[in-house]
């Protein structure tokens, strides 16, 4: 058994809960958004993504979400389940909703930014109502991303999901997933960020996310990964993993001990994405049982195949291109 106890007779691996959107990514990379001329649609929103990762990984996994009553919408639960996705449980906006859309600007591989266009969005109208107890009690974890915290009634679907998640002993995964435009003040995304990470079993975030929620402790900043994670893993979690971009992640777990992962080579094209794929690789890792640094490996080599391709959700590799990336890196490691 690995370090989370997956109930292993449940037919669903995992449910993605959250954002289901539009990435428009620049076609004309390394200029800025004012000479962008064209770009691709791809299917996005971070919790989509991640859950992307995971059924191309071989998961099988559903989402809880909801969309718009328009052709967007309907793109998007066509791409779910053209991926394998389960979207039983994705509901329809009746009331005049709009889907999310990114446009992404590529100024360089180390410069990118999103443009987001969030005003009544479908994916932050799912409600309570729209849950359904009978689905979570069929999976075995569950993938919260906090930008569904920002707004009722997300924000409450948010915290119904994990009720219903800790009756039925699911393995709640929390991205902390800040997007400063989605909310009124860091400091009340923190403060709800805070309120669903002590519910949460994995809790995945960047330095800064997890800053926002030491701020909302009305802690001076520490910005001490070490304490960070002391601290989380008094609650209910069990596992704590801070990226570092560049510099990889670091994992903690309730034994004291710290996993540090490393990245692999990229030819960068865009710096977004880097993290869903991350989240997707190494949730399947740990839900297949493996060592917590085997799941950082997988989810780095992931995370550079992703930030070296166009899309964040269509370029998510399966398990073979993940291994065929660690092991070309690791025979040039021992050539070299
Ligand atoms: N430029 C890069 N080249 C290769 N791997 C990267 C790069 N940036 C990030 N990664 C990998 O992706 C993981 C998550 O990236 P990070 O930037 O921390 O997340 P986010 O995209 O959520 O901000 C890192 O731990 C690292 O393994
Ligand atoms: O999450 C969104 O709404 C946009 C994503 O689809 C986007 O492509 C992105 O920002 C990915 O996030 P990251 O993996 O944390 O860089």
New binding site residues.
Partial sequence: MGILNFKQDRPLDLIGLGRLCIDLNANEIHRPMEETLTFTKYVGG?PANITVAAARLGLSAGFIGKVSDDAFGRYIVQYLLQAGIDTGCVAVDREGAVTGLAFTEIKS??DCSILMYRDNVADLKLSPADLDEGYMSKAKALLISGTALAKSPSREAVFMALEYASKHDVVTFFDI?YRPYTWTSALEAGIYAKLAAEKCDCIIG?REEFDLLELAMGHPLKQDDDWTAGHWLKHKAQLIVV???????KAYDRSGNIFR??????E?VK?????????GAFIYGIMQGWEIEKA?TF??AS??IV?SSHSCSDAMPTADQIQEKIDRWTSNQLIG
Avoid: I, L, Y
């Avoid at 990226?243 to 992640?249: A, E, N, W």
């Avoid at 710096?271 to 989240?279: E, I, Y």
């Fill in positions: 971070s591989p180390t997933d960047g990226k570092r971009g560049g510099d990889g992640s992962g490393s990245t692999f080579p990229a960068v710096t977004f994405g880097a993290g869903d794929a991350f989240a950082q989810g780095a995370a550079s930030v």
